[in-house]
Each structure stands twice: as structure tokens, then as C-alpha cells.
């Protein structure tokens, strides 16, 4: 699996405090069987500001420290940019770092209340740039959460979703998971990863995310919530819908014995 939102890069922004977390992590995330994680810390949030220039360095000395200690994990570059005025000049200049600092797709965070004036507007630039903005975690946005067909809409112009698998799982709470279960078999979510900031709690997980997805969605559209759109973020290729299948009944009570074995 690759993991397309996570914040492993040590002393950066609110994820891995230090070098020695930032390995925990990425030992938890392989031993999940995560391959490959793309690195995005915080930008323009009004708390971190990490330039591409920053978060290049600072992925490539991970790497270094990832290869002397064994870890078979492989690391990519990218960042979480707030959804500011700003940010399609940011990406323009180079200041802003897009999906494997390809200018192709670029993860966009919202406020965790509120949708901004002019949100709409800053996505439409970010189309218009030919950059896909990859919404970040929405079913935990209030806003979108009490008007969820204002994010189908953003996903019919182009843009894409992604989920974070604790509230797949409903690690969350059970408004969060009901919501995007609701949006994963309308077929507006693309991706999902894990948004790990600790190895525990936070952690870089998608085993029981993307089980969760089989019974909601099928296999099929599953793996490629999990490997095959990410693997294509990572290699600057169009990010696909999925195609939901409902799950048969026997799938429905499988997920039933899962979620009471885990309570």
C-alpha cells in the first residue's frame, strides 16, 4: 500500500517530534505493509511554514536514516497546503510542494469548521493551473459534514478526495464513518490514507481502513483507494473514480463479527 498523507518527517511541523519517532513510525507503517509514504507536513496553516526547499532536504536525510537502519520504506515528497488566496501563486512560483514535485496534484487542507469565502474560486484557479487539488480529510470539516453535496459538487468539476482511514474505521466517531461511507459508494472519494502525526494512536496504519473498504465497496475499488491511485499521485498520472460494489450479505455480517471482535 502506499500512504498519500502522513507526517513522518521529524521536527517539521505537528507530526514526529524527532528522528527517532519519525523511524517508529515508519517501522509501524511497514510492518503494516506500507511501501511507500509520501511526506506531507503542514504549509501555509498559519502555524508551519515548510517551503519544497525544506521538505526536500528533510526527506532526503530521512531516506539516509531509514536506509542505516533497515527500515524497506520507500519515502516521497509532498506537502499539505492550506486553502489559502495564496496558494495557486505558491505552486506557480515553486515555494509550494505538489504530489512527488511533479506540478501535477496538489493536497489541499481545509479549516477544521469552516469552508473559507472564495474557497470554491481557489480550487477553480488550482483546475484552471491544471494542478488537481486532492481535498484533504473533509468528512472531519464540520461545514462539509452538514452540507456533504457541496464536496460532490467540488468532485464533479475535478477535484479529488481523500479519507482518512481512522474514520473509515470509526476510530472517529460514527457520524464521521457514516459519512464517508456514504460518499466512498457515491464515488466521490479517490484515496484514502492514514494522516499519521505519532506511532500509536495517529499511526501510519491501512490494513483495517482498506478491509473495511472491501465490505463497503469491493476489492476492487479497495486496492485502488489504497495502491493504485496513490501509486499514480506518485508518478504524476490521473488520479480514477472508483467503481463501488455493494457488498453482498454475507460481506455485511462479516464486517458485523470485525467491529464487535474489536470492541
Same mark, same amino acid.
Given at each position: 500500500?502506499?500512504?498519500?498523507?502522513?507526517?513522518?518527517?521529524?521536527?517539521?511541523?505537528?507530526?514526529?517530534?524527532?528522528?527517532?519517532?519519525?523511524?517508529?513510525m515508519?517501522?509501524?507503517?511497514?510492518?503494516?505493509?506500507?511501501?511507500?509514504?509520501?511526506?506531507?507536513?503542514?504549509?501555509?496553516?498559519?502555524?508551519?511554514?515548510?517551503? #519544497?526547499?525544506?521538505? !526536500?532536504?528533510?526527506?532526503?536525510?530521512?531516506?539516509?536514516?531509514? +536506509?542505516?537502519? *533497515?527500515?524497506?520504506? /520507500? %519515502?516521497?515528497?509532498?506537502?499539505?497546503?492550506?486553502?489559502?488566496?495564496?496558494?495557486?501563486?505558491k505552486?506557480?512560483?515553486?515555494?509550494?510542494?505538489?504530489?512527488?514535485?511533479?506540478?501535477?496534484?496538489?493536497?489541499v487542507?481545509?479549516?477544521?469548521?469552516?469552508?473559507?469565502?472564495?474557497?470554491?474560486?481557489?480550487?477553480?484557479?488550482?483546475?484552471?493551473?491544471?494542478?488537481?487539488?486532492?481535498?484533504?480529510?473533509?468528512? #472531519?470539516?464540520?461545514? !462539509?459534514?452538514?452540507?456533504?453535496?457541496?464536496?460532490?459538487?467540488? +468532485?464533479?468539476? *475535478?477535484?479529488?478526495? /481523500? %479519507?482518512?482511514?481512522?474514520s473509515?474505521?470509526?476510530?472517529?466517531?460514527?457520524?464521521?464513518?457514516?459519512?464517508s461511507?456514504?460518499?466512498?459508494?457515491?464515488?466521490?472519494?479517490?484515496?484514502?490514507?492514514?494522516?499519521?502525526?505519532?506511532?500509536?494512536?495517529?499511526?501510519?496504519?491501512?490494513?483495517?481502513?482498506?478491509?473495511?473498504?472491501?465490505?463497503?465497496?469491493?476489492?476492487?475499488?479497495?486496492?485502488?483507494?489504497?495502491?493504485?491511485?496513490?501509486?499514480?499521485?506518485?508518478?504524476?498520472?490521473?488520479?480514477?473514480?472508483?467503481?463501488?460494489?455493494?457488498?453482498?450479505r454475507?460481506?455485511?455480517r462479516?464486517?458485523?463479527?470485525?467491529?464487535?471482535?474489536?470492541?
Amino acid at each position: 500500500m502506499i500512504d498519500c498523507h502522513n507526517h513522518t518527517l521529524p521536527g517539521i511541523d505537528d507530526g514526529a517530534h524527532d528522528t527517532d519517532m519519525a523511524l517508529s513510525m515508519a517501522q509501524c507503517a511497514a510492518s503494516d505493509g506500507i511501501e511507500t509514504i509520501v511526506c506531507t507536513p503542514h504549509h501555509l496553516n498559519g502555524v508551519f511554514t515548510n517551503s #519544497r526547499t525544506k521538505i !526536500l532536504k528533510a526527506v532526503l536525510e530521512l531516506r539516509t536514516r531509514l +536506509a542505516e537502519a *533497515g527500515v524497506p520504506l /520507500q %519515502l516521497v515528497p509532498g506537502s499539505e497546503i492550506h486553502l489559502v488566496p495564496e496558494l495557486p501563486s505558491k505552486i506557480l512560483e515553486g515555494d509550494a510542494l505538489t504530489y512527488a514535485d511533479r506540478g501535477r496534484a496538489a493536497l489541499v487542507e481545509l479549516p477544521k469548521h469552516t469552508v473559507p469565502t472564495g474557497a470554491e474560486a481557489i480550487l477553480e484557479q488550482l483546475l484552471y493551473q491544471n494542478v488537481t487539488p486532492i481535498i484533504a480529510h473533509p468528512e #472531519r470539516n464540520s461545514e !462539509l459534514l452538514r452540507h456533504p453535496d457541496r464536496l460532490s459538487e467540488w +468532485a464533479s468539476w *475535478g477535484c479529488k478526495v /481523500q %479519507l482518512t482511514g481512522q474514520s473509515c474505521t470509526g476510530d472517529f466517531g460514527l457520524h464521521i464513518q457514516k459519512q464517508s461511507r456514504a460518499w466512498c459508494q457515491a464515488g466521490h472519494v479517490h484515496l484514502i490514507a492514514s494522516d499519521a502525526h505519532r506511532p500509536k494512536g495517529r499511526a501510519p496504519s491501512l490494513t483495517k481502513a482498506r478491509d473495511t473498504l472491501a465490505l463497503w465497496v469491493g476489492d476492487v475499488a479497495a486496492e485502488v483507494l489504497t495502491v493504485g491511485n496513490p501509486n499514480n499521485l506518485v508518478h504524476g498520472e490521473p488520479v480514477s473514480d472508483i467503481q463501488a460494489v455493494a457488498p453482498a450479505r454475507r460481506f455485511r455480517r462479516e464486517w458485523l463479527t470485525r467491529l464487535l471482535r474489536s470492541n
